[in-house]
T-cell receptor, first 115, second 117 residues
Framework: DTEVTQTPKHLVMGMTNKKSLKCEQH?????MYWYKQKAKKPPELMFV???????INESVPSRFSPECPNSSLLNLHLHALQPEDSALYLC??????????????FGPGTRLTVT | ELKVEQNPLFLSMQEGKNYTIYCNYS?????LYWYRQDPGKSLESLFV?????AVKQEGRLMASLDTKARLSTLHITAAVHDLSATYFC?????????????????FGQGTILTVHP
């Protein structure tokens, strides 16, 4: 299995809702990433997990809460989002060998709309 | 702070023509990637360039890397409509956290390519 999967593909949520995005990979990668991509802009890194531990948080607001329950799964919990958080959320994973990461493989993304 | 600049940002080409997209970056990097993105879709990896002078070709696309000039190019030969998409370069620069080096991707702004008949 050489792909990263993400669910759901589309999500519409109100500003008071709580929802979660899910990312899964079975390539044995130990580093996993969340990116946010606004329309007509490049992706921006949000979080990096390594061996199920949060390693990098790019100053993301606390209304985004990542979780890595096991080495194959990465979640992004959403709460009290704002309309400006509407974007394509991309998950990626990469090998981590001897404390170095390699090429990132991207999932298909979740298109999030906050109303 | 690493900056990555692509040009042009918009490219309208006729089928059959050749053109080059440029990607300049401001500091040394470990790797450089080119991605294609179709509207509403994820990133498709096109090329990974690892060292100075690297050249890779796939079909009508050819990518090169000059680390001394901090420049990568994506050359399109005899464009066809199917190549219409947004193309991103991304510079991979290692950042350290907890004793591990993570490849942080910094993307260029993207080049929106439209190929006309």
């Amino acid at each position: 299995d050489t792909e990263v999967t993400q669910t759901p593909k589309h999500l519409v949520m109100g500003m008071t809702n709580k929802k979660s995005l899910k990312c899964e990979q079975h390539m044995g990668h130990r580093a996993m990433y969340w990116y946010k991509q606004k329309a007509k802009k490049p992706p921006e890194l949000m979080f990096v997990y390594s061996y199920e531990k949060l390693s990098i948080n790019e100053s993301v607001p606390s209304r985004f809460s990542p979780e890595c329950p096991n080495s194959s799964l990465l979640n992004l919990h959403l709460h009290a989002l704002q309309p400006e958080d509407s974007a394509l959320y991309l998950c990626a994973s990469s090998q981590e060998v001897q404390r170095r990461t390699y090429e990132q493989y991207f999932g298909p993304g979740t298109r999030l709309t906050v109303t | 702070e690493l900056k990555v600049e692509q040009n042009p940002l918009f490219l309208s080409m006729q089928e059959g023509k050749n053109y080059t997209i440029y990607c300049n970056y401001s500091t040394t990097s470990d790797r450089l990637y080119w991605y294609r993105q179709d509207p509403g879709k994820s990133l498709e990896s096109l090329f990974v360039l690892l060292s100075n002078g690297a050249v890779k070709q796939e079909g009508r696309l050819m990518a090169s890397l000059d680390t001394k000039a901090r420049l990568s190019t994506l050359h399109i030969t005899a464009a066809v409509h199917d190549l219409s998409a947004t193309y991103f370069c991304a510079v991979d620069r290692a950042i350290s956290a907890g004793g591990t080096s993570y490849g942080k991707l910094t993307f260029g702004q993207g080049t929106i390519l439209t190929v006309h008949p």
